[in-house]
């Protein structure tokens, strides 16, 4: 099976002190929020903050008590209380509680319907769930409110991709590329735009994209595998093939316990191991 980036919580986890990950489109809003708080309670604002701070650090789980307790103390303040339920939701999200996620999130749409980090990380949330028409409709208005935000864009193209919307996907894959985007968002844009050339039956088109992600990131495990299997099974090269499967095992060394993977390596290399020298006469 051909493979793309998994969103799992992990990954959350660790983008929380990049810059352009959910917690930080979610804190972004910072700067201005504290002008909406001006008249709150201060230990509903203090609360709010004191959540955001441990969403940034790294520390969700630690972020639900004081971030519960500022939803009920600025339930009067609809923006801050927006903002409230929307870190909240993120708190949950990192830690994998997507019910609640979801739950904070609708909650902060429907005191703020246009709060965008909201959007986003909902839009998240669903495309981890594989509930596609929602993160399509979610990162689609995000996009539309920010078109540089690369991440979403490629969220944003996996979930069009998956969907089978094929020239969504494209456009959505071809903007990270515009974009001033990292040589890994880059890697990940070609990946998906060779996997849509492979949906399309076109498998020298998608070869030469992964080959395209690889000069960006060349130990980038999902365009290697899918390197492997579409020279191995589409274009009947083995001698392609074999290289990109070792490869991808020293790029993902825990791919070692997979015995197809393992038993596809060890047949190549017998096909393509010279044959011995004819015995002197």
């Known amino acids: 099976m051909l ?44 609360a709010l903050l004191t959540g955001e701070r441990l969403i940034r650090e790294g520390r969700p789980a630690e972020a639900i008590e004081p971030l519960k307790r500022a939803v009920e103390l600025l339930g ?37 319907f246009n709060l965008i980090a909201a959007r986003y990380n909902r839009g998240c949330l669903f495309l981890e769930q594989n509930q596609l028409v929602g993160a399509i409709n979610e990162l689609t208005t995000y ?10 864009w490629l969220r944003l193209g996996t979930a069009q991709l998956r969907s089978r919307q094929l ?4 456009r959505s894959f071809s903007q990270v590329l515009r974009l001033d985007s990292s040589p890994a968002e880059k890697a990940e844009s070609l990946n998906g735009l060779g996997l849509g050339q492979v949906l ?12 395209a992600a690889l000069k960006h990131q060349t130990n980038y495990a999902p365009t290697l ?7 191995h099974y589409q ?18 060394p825990q791919a070692a316990s997979n ?23």
């Open 143 to 152: 996009t539309a409110y920010d078109p540089n935000h690369t991440d979403a």
């Open 76 to 112: 009067t303040n609809t923006t801050a209380c927006a903002q409230a339920w929307n870190h909240l939701g993120l708190a949950y999200h990192h830690v994998g509680d997507w019910t609640n996620a979801a739950r904070a999130y609708q909650n902060a749409l429907s005191r703020d």
């Open 167 to 170: 020239d969504d996907a494209e």
């Open 225 to 231: 595998l899918n390197q492997a299997i579409v020279a």
């Open 259 to 281: 015995a197809i993977l393992l038993a596809t390596i060890r047949k190549l290399e017998d096909e393509l191991r010279p044959p011995p020298p004819p015995p002197p006469p």
């Open 200 to 211: 399309r039956r076109k498998p020298r088109e998608a070869f030469a994209y992964f080959h």
């Open 235 to 252: 274009l009947n090269d083995r001698a392609a093939a074999l290289p990109c499967y070792q490869a991808y095992l020293a790029a993902q």
């Open 3 to 46: 493979t793309t980036k998994k969103w799992g919580a992990t990954q959350r986890r660790r983008a929380l002190p990049r810059a352009g990950g959910p917690g930080w489109v979610a804190a972004a809003a910072l700067a201005w929020l504290a002008l909406g708080l001006v008249g709150c309670g201060p230990r509903g604002a203090t």
